[in-house]
């Protein structure tokens, strides 16, 4: 945005992250912003907006920022309940405290494609900001609380709408649609497609021929160092999802952590999926050698700089293994960029379909819900050779993977212990290789002993009760179990260590589901363990894959149990934990539970219950898409 608003408008924007506030710019003196936020966690801010939230919460004065105009462009995910929380509750902030909304806020979601409510709502923003920074230049006090209702009356230039004329060559390629990402669908029918912006490259690499060295981006103080000392095992060998558990030691005393919290773990990517990017791009020869990466003399852009999570000298090999995600799909900024490395035209012209505003169904069904990586759709499109500085500037950053840790620190403080199913994605629906997951087979192939940079994600609300006799329900298939683990473990450990700590005062219950009981039970000897010493007074378990097994999933489960689950959470200010995959368990288990309580208690309105066991942290979530 930033850049687009400079190269294509003419308009000079600086960029901050929010918790810059009072060093790099201050709310008294900023008379326009665009805030684009995400959410985190149970829709806490992120970790760089946390202190701003806490300045704009605190203050007392209505009027403190009536001399600012805003809109907000919230992300997130409907699958989440509090869906772009942080964008809501920082828009409704700003309103509060006198500041005027010049354009339309808007709430993208990941869960059916961000692309098609960013790309409407920037093609209208930048009308609304000329106009409401031309009137803030002539000194004009003229409202613009409705500047949205004219905005559909401008007349968009053609610097707004970069467009192309271009149809597919009389040879047609791309008859066959068995191939759904070059295969050219009815968008050929169009002469005329609205291409976003071509971003501006600014980097430039030179190519120092000496040895590889070994070289580590500038992370290792953000971190915890500790080593891998166990790796096993949890399923039978007839398992469909191997899970394996490992233990992390740390060399460090001040990491600290709760059962609750989760672990991230830098990894790296695979060394074969980067040889075949390597040979893709025709940088296999020379992937040892040294980069020297810097901003190009060409360069006009204010805002240009080497990314920070990569070293200024090191190999692109080093680069590609743990410093960029390679495995991310290309947004369309990037595709756009290849559209002019690509010397087919009906390639060409297939690329921008993909990158098109017209093409974005095809873009979020083919390649975003299909996960396709950069290298995919270089495989697609041979013709296509990018400038290996545009990758290395335009290809997010490898993040950290989290997860949740299964033990307690009273067991030992210095310990981690977590689990992660093996993932593999077949060749098919475009991917054009096998690939695992990343960090988990990173973990898989790493030998004992081997350094693991790790960092806690304290939870603040997914934590056990203050008070013993507080029941507890914990809903948790395959590895969402984890956590719950850790919280039996941490009870089992308190009765041992905490006098006047009685386990009989425990009201615990969990509801576990797997595909076969005596395939993929994870942790059975255990929780068998817990129950027979009362520290866990309630097991159920559901197989999804079990012939004549009554209970498939564990909501089943749920309503099995329905009248004393309801009446746990009615009259006895239950907490129910919910942990795991979120894209259909999450929901059907809120679905369930409020069904069971609006039937057992004629509950009129049960939304309205659900968000105050919500807003109450009595249904915490800790889950992962």
């Known amino acids: 945005m930033g ?222 160092a500790s080593t891998l000392t166990r790796r096993e095992c949890l399923t039978h060998d007839a398992a469909v999802k191997p899970v394996m558990s490992i233990d992390l030691q740390l060399s460090e005393e001040e990491f600290v952590f709760e059962p609750g919290d989760a672990v991230k773990v830098v990894c790296a990517n695979n060394e074969n999926e980067v040889d075949l990017l390597l040979k893709r791009l025709q940088w296999i020869d020379k992937a040892p050698y040294q980069l020297d990466i810097s901003i190009s003399p060409d360069n006009t852009k204010k805002s240009a700089k080497v990314p920070t999570y990569i070293p200024s000298m090191c190999s692109l090999r080093y680069a590609l293994t743990n410093c960029l ?124 002993g081997t350094k693991v940079l790790i960092q806690t994600r304290i939870s603040q609300h997914f934590r056990l009760p203050l008070t013993l006799d507080t029941p507890v329900i914990m809903i948790g298939p395959g590895t969402g179990v984890a956590p719950f683990i850790g919280f039996l473990e941490h009870l089992h450990l308190s009765s041992k260590s905490i006098n006047g700590f009685d386990v009989n005062n425990l009201n615990t219950w969990l509801f576990y589901g797997c595909r076969h009981r005596r395939r993929d039970f994870l942790f059975e000897e255990q929780i068998q363990m817990y129950q027979q010493i009362n520290v866990l007074k309630h097991i159920f378990v559901a197989a999804s894959r079990e012939d004549n097994y009554p209970y498939r999933y564990v909501q089943d489960q749920l309503r099995a149990n329905g009248k004393d689950i309801a009446d746990l959470i009615y009259h006895r200010n239950a907490v129910i934990y919910v942990c795991g995959d979120i894209k259909v368990m999450v929901r059907d288990v809120r679905e369930t539970i409020a069904q069971i309580l609006k039937e057992t208690f004629d509950i009129q309105n049960i939304e309205e219950y659900m968000k105050s066991l919500e807003t109450s942290r009595r249904y915490l979530l800790d889950i992962w898409s």
């Open 325 to 448: 995600d390679i495995r991310s799909s290309p947004r369309k900024n990037l595709l756009r960029l290849f559209v002019d490395c690509t010397t087919d035209e009906d390639e060409k012209r297939r690329l921008e379909e993909l990158c098109s505003k017209e093409g974005s169904e095809i873009y979020i069904k083919y390649i975003l819900e299909e996960h396709l990586s950069v290298l995919d759709i270089l495989n697609h499109f041979p013709s296509c050779q990018p400038d290996v500085p545009i990758l290395i500037e335009f290809l997010p950053s490898l993040m950290p993977r989290f997860y949740s840790i299964c033990s307690s620190p009273l067991d030992d403080a210095r310990s981690i212990q977590f689990v992660y199913s093996l993932l593999k994605f077949e060749p098919k629906n475009g991917r054009t290789y096998e690939r695992n997951g990343v960090c988990t087979n990173w973990l898989n192939e790493i030998d004992l």
């Open 3 to 224: 850049d687009i608003a400079s190269d294509q408008h003419q308009i000079c924007a600086d960029i901050f992250e929010l918790d810059e506030i009072d060093k790099q710019f201050k709310l008294e003196d900023e008379p326009v912003m665009v805030i684009v936020t995400s959410s985190t966690g149970d829709g806490e801010p992120p970790s760089n907006a946390s202190k701003f939230w806490r300045k704009i919460r605190r203050e007392k004065n209505p009027q403190f920022l009536s001399h600012m105009k805003y809109t907000v462009l919230g992300l997130g995910d409907t699958n989440y309940s509090n869906f772009c929380n942080c964008g809501r509750v920082l828009d409704r902030r700003f309103e509060e405290l006198g500041a005027t909304r010049f354009y339309p806020s808007a709430w993208a979601d990941d869960a059916v494609g961000m692309d098609s409510t960013i790309e409407p709502w920037l093609q209208g923003l930048w009308p609304a900001l000329k106009e409401t920074l031309s009137k803030i230049g002539n000194s004009t006090d003229a409202s613009v609380n409705n500047l949205s209702d004219s905005i559909n009356q401008l007349n968009l230039s053609t610097e707004n709408k970069p467009t192309v004329d271009r149809q597919l060559s009389s040879s047609n390629k791309f008859k066959s649609d068995k191939d759904t990402i070059t295969y050219s669908s009815g968008l050929a029918e169009l002469t005329t497609l609205t291409l976003p912006p071509k971003p501006t490259h600014t980097l430039a690499v030179k190519l120092i021929e000496s040895a590889e060295s070994a070289h580590q981006a500038s992370i290792e103080g953000q971190y915890h």
